[in-house]
């Protein structure tokens, strides 16, 4: 089975700090993701990584940046965090099939983040 | 614009059937993907579409209109491990994949 692990299930920081939330995947996945997910609003793509070294503004990537220094491990880090950056974070990783085609995604098991 | 709907909250009684809609409106398609988030949990993968059609795996069906950008998630002999978030997301190539806010499907016995 594929396992995407999120270092830390549960955080609280307080606003202005550097938080760091780490991803790791044990399926040679060359991409991985990080989402948001906020109640009504659904999951929302912040970043993601096709490769090492390579990145991708997602939708809402304003206040975040990321870092994809080896294969299995994709960092988000908010540089300076907010109270708005409140939420529940996700990381997942795909497989590329070459067909052409979306492949689902698998999940990690989120991080709550409180930024008081 | 880019927008997938579907409803916030349904409920259903133990052993019935369900159907939780999805429709859509999005700058490319590479299918359309239903996941099942419990509460605290990581969303998983239930079912795939990329033709217009029923797709059935067990109690779970997925059915897709391309072309009126529609979908269903059809979950029949419902138990209450059922009780969970429905996400409805669209795959729009280059690897992204759009999600809906999703679905809180209360079973109750």
């Known amino acids: 089975d594929v396992k995407v692990t999120q270092s830390s299930r549960y955080l609280v920081k307080r606003t202005g700090e550097k938080v760091f939330l780490e991803c790791v995947q044990d399926?040679?996945?060359?991409?991985m993701f990080w989402y948001r997910q906020d109640p009504g609003l659904g999951l929302r793509l912040i970043y993601f990584?096709?490769?090492?070294?390579?990145?991708e503004k997602g939708d809402i990537p304003e206040g975040y940046s990321v870092s994809r220094e080896k294969k299995e491990r994709f960092s988000l880090i908010l540089e300076s965090a907010s109270t708005n950056q409140t939420s529940m974070y996700l990381c997942?990783?795909?497989?590329?099939?070459?067909?052409?085609?979306?492949?689902?995604?698998?999940f990690g098991s989120g991080t709550q983040l409180s930024v008081l | 614009g880019q927008n997938i709907d579907q409803p916030t909250e349904m409920t259903a009684t133990e052993g019935a059937i369900v159907q939780i809609n999805c429709t859509y409106q999005?700058?490319?398609?590479?299918?359309l993907f239903w996941y099942q988030q419990h509460a605290g949990e990581a969303p998983t993968f239930l079912s795939y579409?990329?033709?217009?059609g029923l797709e059935e795996k067990g109690r779970f069906s997925s059915f897709l209109s391309r072309s009126k950008g529609y979908s269903y998630l059809l979950l029949k002999e419902l138990q209450m491990k059922d009780s969970a978030s429905y996400l409805c997301?669209?795959?729009?190539?280059?690897?992204?994949?759009?999600f809906g806010a999703g679905t809180r499907l209360f079973v109750k016995a």
């Open positions: 990584s096709y490769d090492v070294k390579m990145k």
């Open positions: 997301a669209v795959g729009t190539g280059g690897f992204k994949t759009i």
């Open positions: 399926m040679d996945h060359e991409n």
């Open positions: 997942a990783s795909i497989s590329y099939s070459g067909r052409g085609v979306n492949e689902k995604l698998f």
């Open positions: 579409n990329v033709l217009d």
């Open positions: 999005t700058s490319g398609f590479n299918g």
